[in-house]
């Protein structure tokens, strides 16, 4: 059984920063693509954040210079490092396992809200 486990969202002030952890079970960890999308409140879609691979990351624009994403395949853990932090990032944020292709996800975790607010 595959699972997904995320940890570590909350509430935060503007310009603070929080450390996302997504502990993953059931998968060859190694294999997979990991990512992170996140829903903002009133939104329908899953907006891409970053992914990371064994040899290369991506990251949306509008987080690239304040995020990142990395992982540890010891501990089948992956990590999004998020500093100066807007009331834009506020959403829902969901871990990703990816086999194969480019885009989407074989597997989702539960999700953990992320609330940037004064």
């Known amino acids: 059984q595959v699972q997904l486990v995320e940890s570590g969202g909350g509430l935060v002030q503007p310009g603070g920063s929080l450390r996302l952890s997504c502990a993953a079970s059931?998968?060859?960890?190694?294999?997979?693509?990991m990512g992170w999308y996140r829903q903002a409140p009133g939104n329908q879609r899953r907006e891409l954040v970053a992914?990371?691979?064994?040899?290369?990351?991506t990251y949306a624009g509008s987080v690239k210079g304040r995020f990142t994403i990395s992982r540890d395949n010891a501990k089948n853990t992956v990590y999004l490092q998020m500093n100066s932090l807007k009331p834009e990032d506020t959403a829902v944020y969901y871990c990703?396992?990816?086999?194969?292709?480019?885009?989407?996800?074989?597997?989702w975790g539960q999700g953990t809200q992320v609330t940037v607010s004064s």
């Open positions: 059931g998968i060859i960890f190694s294999s997979y693509t």
């Open positions: 992914t990371i691979s064994s040899g290369s990351t």
């Open positions: 990703s396992a990816r086999r194969f292709g480019i885009a989407g996800a074989d597997y």
